[in-house]
Structures are given as structure tokens and as C-alpha cells.
């Protein structure tokens, strides 16, 4: 896996590609779907959720430019793999779910791993976790109809945001916004798909329709 993301995909980042190979991806997967769990593409998990392909875990990671000194959000922590990758790189991570057995199973699954940097919480994600605020980066796992303004003003100047956007809830595009002192830039990634984000500042939990605000 970690051979393909760097050959093939072209991920440089030796943080990222260190993470990659650390974490056993196979413990955050439904255990009849662990024999395919380094191929490249995602995965089902309990709750209509996925595990995002490798690559975009890879991707979405190196586009964060984190270090040991950054404190990083995670909106959309699924079975809790992305969160236990970033842990690897980051100094602190806080993860938001917004399904709750999915956010207990995720923590009890890091610290399994002897993962104690990580903190997963049941919560809407597109609020953000001002308590914890503000953050170097910031990572969405799921595809929005607009850039969540609350996690745009809990990020520091500098930060990085990345998260897949787009008009409808089948198809996004993986966007970076780097906050700056006069506001945001905003960088294009290429094609991607997620699941949708439901929330405040996301889609509603009714097909078809984004949030009210």
C-alpha cells in the first residue's frame, strides 16, 4: 500500500508515508472485509459510513502540512483510521463524529492501539470545537455544499483546511483554504467523492437539501 501511494500516487511526504505504514488499516474495518483492507479503494463500516480509500487519507494528510508542533480538528472520524494517522504526525487531534457509536468504537479503538494524542467526541462537526480552538489544520471527511464558516474562524492564520465541497452530495471536489490576514485562499485539488456532510453548515439529513444557517 505504502509503495503504491508513493510510486504510483505520487505522495512525497515521508510524515505521511511513516503514518501510512504505522497504522494497521485492517483494525478499523468490519473484520469480513479485513482481507481487503490495503487495497486501494474505500470500504464500508457500520452506520452507511465509509473508510476513505488510501490514497485520499494519504492526500488529504500531506495537503494539512502538520508536524509534531500542530494541533489538528478531524470532522468526520468514521471508524477512527484518518484520526490515528493524524496522531502519528500531529501533536494533538481532536475528532468530531456526529454518529455516536461510531465515536465511541473509534476512541476505544485508538487507545486499543496505544494511540493517547487523539480524542474523539460525539458532535456536529461543521460547528467545529471552539473549546479546543484555534487549530493549524483542519480535516472534513465527508463532502459539503459549502466551506463550514466555524471552522474557517476557528483555524489560525496559516491554517489549512481541507475538505471535499461540491453542489451535490454525489460528487466533490478536494479543496484546500489557507487562512490569511485578510481572509481566505482557496486551492482546487481534483475530483473526489464522500459521503455527505450533515450538519448546521452542511447537508440536512433530508436528501437533496443543504442545511438551514
Not at 478531524?74 to 456526529?98: F, M
Not at 489560525?156 to 487562512?179: F, H, M, N, W
Amino acid at each position: 500500500m505504502v509503495v503504491r501511494l508513493r510510486e504510483h500516487y505520487g505522495i512525497r511526504d515521508p510524515a505521511v508515508l511513516e503514518a501510512m505504514r504505522a497504522v494497521p488499516r485492517h483494525a478499523f474495518v468490519p473484520e469480513a472485509l479485513q482481507g481487503r483492507a490495503y487495497g486501494d479503494h474505500a470500504l464500508p463500516i457500520s452506520a452507511n459510513q465509509t473508510i476513505s480509500q488510501p490514497y485520499i487519507v494519504a492526500r488529504m494528510t500531506e495537503l494539512l502540512r502538520i508536524d509534531r508542533d500542530s494541533r489538528v480538528l478531524e470532522v468526520g472520524a468514521g471508524s477512527g483510521y484518518q484520526t490515528a494517522v493524524l496522531a502519528k504526525i500531529a501533536g494533538q487531534v481532536y475528532a468530531l463524529e456526529r454518529i455516536g457509536d461510531l465515536a465511541r468504537e473509534a476512541q476505544t479503538r485508538i487507545r486499543s492501539l496505544g494511540i493517547y494524542n487523539a480524542t474523539v467526541k460525539c458532535f456536529d462537526g461543521t460547528l467545529g470545537w471552539a473549546a479546543n480552538a484555534p487549530y493549524d489544520a483542519i480535516i472534513v471527511a465527508a463532502g459539503g455544499p459549502n466551506i463550514p464558516e466555524p471552522l474557517v474562524a476557528q483555524l489560525k492564520i496559516g491554517g489549512r483546511l481541507v475538505v471535499p465541497i461540491g453542489a451535490t452530495r454525489e460528487s466533490q471536489t478536494l479543496v484546500r483554504v489557507i487562512k490569511t490576514e485578510k481572509g481566505i485562499e482557496r486551492e482546487d485539488h481534483g475530483a473526489c467523492a464522500f459521503v455527505p456532510l450533515i450538519g448546521h453548515h452542511g447537508w440536512s439529513a433530508h436528501v437533496g437539501k443543504p442545511s438551514e444557517k
